[in-house]
């Protein structure tokens, strides 16, 4: 049996041939024709309105003779509106004495129905790009909008960003992760390479959610501090905050220290595996098996049996890769601050949570190669920001926990 491609920019495309195929079959002969009528029963139920509408503002109907009539009917003009249901042609009234009349299904210039520009949004934050939002909204609605259009409908989420920058903060969360990720932004004429840091939090109730980002100029002391100092200042003050987990980046480990000097700081271990690997020098003939072991150090059932696995990996491979040893000793025990939680080990050993948001969010923004605004970039990692919330409204995340006894001899054996 041949594959069908049901991906999210190949489904219109498929769409057409289910429709072909069924009339073939003589299942849906009159599909077409019953799309047809469907659309013209919206255009004359939207024209109907219209009609009305006018005559209830001037006080009275066509042709009527009514007392209270305030303005008469001077022609119509044609005008183009897009639903989700299609692109319709429709007929405007017009008051001769000049009477504005309002119309609840579309303000004054309005083309396009507000659901319909919403879901040209959505389309844009899920990561569709210009030629496939055409491609789509083309085989259902025999229309599209254009891509300097498009941008400008992201503006409407310009209110629901400032909200989500100064809404005040609960104080609940127990660990938080902080990672950034690099983006091309026209700044001044000038095309730069700058950093996106977010910061994802864990609940009390085990809940994880982004909080906050901030467009930098790079991952220093003052942007990471001052993005936590804002986080602060709106409530999250740290009552509940064990531990907060990044990457190795100097300006984010001192950004932390400064503002929640309370607060244990767990060095991302996978981080540190990947800087392992790349500073081995006969990767050939020994970075396989180095590898398997570093990772078994993690995956000790005990901070005392990870240790232990520590000394001896040292011990063994030291001679003949002092590089490599000097990487993994170097802020080793950063690197098993989860040991001392244990039971949520899962949620911050590594910044896996946020790195797996973070490559949905560059998947998505790919399509725009470079943003030519900060102010546009800042829009469009909001509303998939969003995107994601109501995902996880959704679909209730479900956690395993599972707990470990402590060995009573423990296996410091390498493999």
């Known amino acids: 049996m041949r594959d069908i491609n049901l ?3 190949n489904l219109a495309v498929q769409w057409q041939y289910v429709k072909r195929n069924l009339k073939e079959l003589g299942v849906a002969g009159d599909f077409d024709n019953f799309e047809r009528r469907a659309h013209q029963a919206v255009q004359n139920l939207m024209q109907g309105d219209i009609y009305e509408e006018f005559a209830l503002q001037i006080g009275a109907k066509r042709y009527e003779h009514a007392p209270l009539r305030i303005d008469n009917r001077k022609g119509e003009y044609q005008r183009y509106f897009t639903t989700t249901f299609g692109t319709s ?7 001769r004495d000049g009477t504005k009349i309002k119309y609840k299904l579309f303000d004054r210039y309005q083309r396009r129905q507000k659901k319909f520009d919403n879901t040209v949004v959505l389309s844009m934050i899920l990561g569709l790009s210009t030629r496939k939002q055409r491609k789509f909204f083309g085989s259902f609605i025999k229309g599209a909008v254009s891509h300097g259009t498009a941008s400008k409908l992201l503006k409407n989420l310009e209110g629901d960003l400032a909200e989500y920058r100064t809404r005040p903060i609960e104080d609940k969360y127990k660990y938080l992760l902080i990672d950034g990720l690099w983006v091309s932004v026209m700044s001044n004429g000038r095309l730069r390479k700058m950093v996106i840091l977010f910061v994802l939090g864990i609940t009390l109730d085990n809940k994880k959610e982004i909080i906050a980002f901030k467009l930098a100029k790079g991952e220093t002391e003052q942007e990471v501090s001052g993005l936590l100092n804002d986080l602060y200042r709106r409530g999250l003050e740290g009552k509940y905050l064990k531990v907060v987990a990044s990457d190795g980046a100097q300006g984010i480990k001192q950004g932390i220290a400064l503002v929640y000097p309370y607060a244990k700081w767990q060095l991302c271990h996978t981080h540190k595996l990947r800087n392992l ?12 098996r180095m590898m398997a072991q570093a990772s078994r150090i993690y995956r000790s059932e005990s901070r005392r049996q990870a240790i232990k696995r520590f000394e001896r990996f040292c011990d063994k491979w030291r001679s003949l890769e002092p590089k490599a ?7 080793f025990y950063d690197t098993i601050v989860y040991y001392d939680f244990f039971e949520d080990k899962n949620f911050i050993s590594t910044t896996n949570h946020i790195e797996r948001d973070l490559e ?4 998505r923004i790919k399509t725009q190669g470079y943003f030519k605004s900060e102010q546009s970039l800042n829009l469009w990692i909001y509303g998939i920001i969003s995107q994601f919330r109501e995902d996880e409204r959704e679909d209730v995340p479900k956690y395993m926990f599972t707990v470990v006894k402590e060995p009573k001899n423990e296996s410091v054996q390498l493999s």
């Open 325 to 331: 040893i000097r990487c993994l000793e170097k802020d």
């Open 7 to 9: 991906s999210q920019e």
């Open 360 to 363: 949905e969010v560059r998947r």
């Open 89 to 95: 042609l429709v007929n405007i009234p017009v008051a």
């Open 277 to 288: 690997s790349s500073n081995i020098q006969h990767k050939t003939a020994h970075r396989r």
